[in-house]
């Protein structure tokens, strides 16, 4: 059984960890990036440790690691934080991030026009055209995922349907991305899972040659996983969980030795409200920080800890070891 585990380029560790796993565990892993975490240097970059596209592309070719692949995840509009009141200004500047995706070497293009309205669909034809024309023209074999729902969204099999019919006919299509109830709040799984719909479209898919994509899948258990795995999903994309791990641990190095320069970083991840994507009000200050403080690892309080501190410890073989438990949940 092929899988196909996609992983969100939480922070630099995440990276690392990633290339460690998949070259000594010789499993394909695909680093799967949102243009928040990284973006065309023409676009502002990302928060992953500053990468650019173009650096990030380099910093992976670098591995010389022929078990990695890259990808964007939810290339489409307003799935930037860097968004415009212009609909047609969006469209530019998600293209113009997809031209930098092809032309640096990504292997895999997400199309998602979930934020299109009633456009959804003639926009998600079009971008995919685009790309296919840049791939042609920087002479790059891409594959697509296709999604024009948000996660977590009530699953609406006609809609769905519809979807794979306009693109059965099209060239390179891998993955077409369903709600299939898998959903994350206050760093756990509260998702319920739809198995006879998921059932029912993987073996439709699959008799065209193409995958259902499962996104949100941190926080499975082990038996979650096996469970997907006998209805015929064996794709999944994860991401917060190793972020989770990570920030557990700077929390715990932190707290212990209750350091000045952490004190004030924790401070700012909570007043800065990246939480509120995680976590409702009934989390803790302490949930809070654990969901989101890998946004702010540029902040200027946490590179002065990290130096300090963080580096003279074993926090990297850490959070290594936590992330190769995530990994081979899925293996």
């Not at 695909?30 to 596209?53: A, K």
């Not at 500047?93 to 031209?99: A, F």
Request: charged letters at 30%; aromatic letters at 16%; glycine letters at 4%.
């Amino acid at each position: 059984m092929k899988i196909n585990l996609c992983v969100g380029p939480m922070s630099i560790n995440t990276i690392n960890s990633i290339n460690y796993f998949s070259k000594n565990r010789r499993k394909d892993i695909t680093i799967i990036c949102s243009r928040n975490q990284i973006e065309s240097s023409n676009l502002g970059g990302g928060y992953v440790n500053n990468f650019t596209t173009e650096k990030f592309s380099q910093y992976i070719k670098n591995f010389n690691n022929k078990f990695i692949k890259i990808a964007r995840d939810h290339g489409g509009p307003y799935t930037s934080d860097k968004k415009t009141n212009n609909f047609r200004e969006e469209i530019n500047n998600t293209k113009n991030s997809l031209e930098e995706d092809i032309k640096s070497g990504f292997n895999e293009i997400h199309i998602d026009t979930s934020n299109a309205k009633d456009k959804k669909f003639e926009l998600a034809i079009d971008l995919y055209k685009f790309c296919n024309e840049i791939s042609n023209k920087y002479n790059k074999k891409i594959s697509y995922e296709i999604g024009i729902n948000f996660h977590g969204d009530y699953f609406n099999k006609n809609e769905f349907l519809k979807l794979f019919n306009l693109f059965k006919k099209y060239k390179n299509i891998k993955y077409l991305t369903g709600t299939t109830g898998s959903k994350i709040k206050n760093s756990k799984q509260v998702g319920k899972f739809n198995s006879k719909d998921m059932k029912f479209l993987s073996n439709y898919l699959y008799k065209n040659n193409i995958l259902i994509k499962d996104h949100n899948c941190d926080f499975l258990e082990l038996t979650d996983i096996k469970f997907r795995k006998k209805i015929g999903i064996t794709s999944f994309n994860i991401g917060p969980e190793l972020a989770y791990n990570e920030n557990k641990i700077i929390y715990k190095y932190g707290n212990t030795h209750k350091n000045i320069n952490f004190i004030k970083f924790f401070k700012k991840v909570i007043n800065n409200n990246k939480w509120k994507k995680w976590c409702d009000n009934r989390c803790s200050d302490v949930n809070k920080f654990l969901s989101s403080a890998h946004y702010f690892y540029n902040d200027s309080d946490y590179k002065i800890y990290q130096k300090k501190y963080l580096n003279k410890t074993s926090f990297k073989d850490d959070v290594l070891k936590e992330h190769i438990k995530i990994y081979e949940k899925f293996f």
